[in-house]
């Protein structure tokens, strides 16, 4: 009797491949029939209600500036032309009457000389119109006595008696009265005209003398105008323009363009810069706590001002900054010899509670003007209207509508708004 073959290899890896198959897919139709038998669980991040301290800070890079400032700009008017010829070192003491900085003005000479030309052809101009009225007053004089004589002359033959003289030679001298007459009118009323031509021509021209003469005085003025000096004692600190770069020697500037100031060192600030979204709760009074840059030193002030706009600080960032500055006294400023444009770093305690019933921000569900947390009772989410109290950026307070103990639920449902 023969023995029964044993089954080959080949067809043994098959059977096991597709019992393994088998309980793979068993394996998840268990574990669905099981969640369809129990109640749902709450998944996700959750927190339990309760009184605990409550801090939140800000940090902020900034700089120590004076809260006021005596303006310096390029000297001159009217926006001339200038360049810059030297300067003294930007961040650098400077004392009253000094010279901060020296200017030229290459086109204010060159449109002075101009001007000075254009006076002296002015002044010409107007001495040929006087030497030409002179002239032509001078033949309508002559012209005017010469018909003077002969109608004095025709005057006499017209009056004598006709017996004395032939007839025709008294006709003539006749004609003659009527005809000079007539010429002693014209040359009267030539001489009016050529009067009131030379007088409105001279107009004209003194005019112009005088507006070139206004011209040549500006320029002048603006040639004397080339030093800048210090009105008081201080801290000499370069303007910057829009894009933040600073004129340097050589540079054309306009007059009356900002070229710096000179701070008050009596009234010293920290100012701060941060970006909007991080200034929420910065209110002024709350307590910073400032840090020296290089020196390590602290000093403990407060918040006295907040910009009321935020503002891009860099053409390349679209980012928007608001600044917000803490008064540093007279006494500390000096003692510890604070000058403009040292660094310094910052930290504002927006919330110091030592105790506080607070939730995450990021719990919190807003419906209008209303709010509301989840909870999670016994593997349900139960939604619960509550009173918020103070808010911070992280964390804010709870009122009312919710008791020490709850389990607030971190992340809301999706199909909430929050």
């Known amino acids: 009797m023969k023995a029964p073959m044993s089954p080959s290899p080949k067809l043994a890896i098959t059977v096991a491949h597709t019992a393994a198959l088998a309980a793979a897919l068993l394996v998840p139709a268990v574990l669905l029939s099981a969640c369809d038998a129990a109640p749902s669980t709450v998944a996700g991040p959750s927190e339990t209600l309760a009184a605990r301290v409550w801090n939140e800070t800000l ?22 032309s200038r360049v810059l010829v030297e300067m003294v070192a930007d961040g650098s003491s400077v004392k009253k009457g000094q010279v901060v900085a020296r200017f030229d003005a290459p086109q204010a ?57 032939a007839k025709n030679v008294i006709l003539d001298a006749l004609a003659d009265v009527g005809f000079l007459t ?121 918040v006295t001002r907040i910009s009321n706009t935020a503002s891009i600080i860099s053409p390349d960032s679209p980012v928007k900054y608001t600044e917000f500055d803490a008064a540093i006294g007279t006494d500390a400023a000096r003692r510890l010899g604070l000058t403009p444009g040292q660094a310094l770093r910052g930290t504002v305690w927006l919330v110091a509670r030592q105790s506080a019933l607070t939730v995450p921000n990021v719990s919190l569900v807003q419906e209008d003007a209303s709010y509301f947390v989840y909870t999670d009772e016994g593997g349900r989410q139960v939604k619960h209207k509550i009173e918020l109290g103070q808010r911070g950026p992280v964390r804010s307070e709870i009122k009312s509508g919710l008791a020490p103990g709850a389990r607030i639920i971190l992340v809301p449902p999706r199909d909430t708004k929050t």
């Open 59 to 80: 940090d902020a890079e900034g700089e120590i500036k004076a809260a006021a400032s005596t303006p310096l700009a390029v000297p001159g008017s009217g926006w001339s």
């Open 109 to 165: 000479r060159m449109e002075l000389s101009q001007a000075e030309y254009e006076l002296l052809r002015k002044t010409l101009a107007e001495e040929a119109s006087r030497q030409t009225a002179s002239v032509e007053r001078s033949v309508l004089a002559g012209e005017r006595a010469k018909v003077e004589d002969d109608l004095g002359l025709s005057q006499r033959y017209a009056k004598v008696d006709l017996s004395v003289f």
């Open 182 to 302: 007539t010429k002693r009118g014209y040359l009267d009323w030539k001489g009016g005209q050529a009067q009131a031509r030379t007088a409105a021509q001279e107009a004209v021209l003194h005019s112009q003398r005088d507006s070139v003469q206004r011209t040549a005085l500006q320029k002048r003025q603006s040639l004397e105008s080339l030093e800048l000096l210090a009105p008081h004692d201080g801290v000499f600190l370069q303007a910057a323009r829009w894009d933040g770069a600073k004129a340097k020697v050589g540079a054309s500037q306009m007059a009356g363009e900002a070229f710096g100031g000179i701070p008050n060192l009596d009234q010293l600030v920290a100012r701060f810069s941060v970006a909007e979204g991080r200034a929420y709760g910065l209110k002024a009074g709350m307590p910073v706590r400032v840090r020296l840059a290089g020196t390590g030193t602290e000093l403990e002030l407060a």
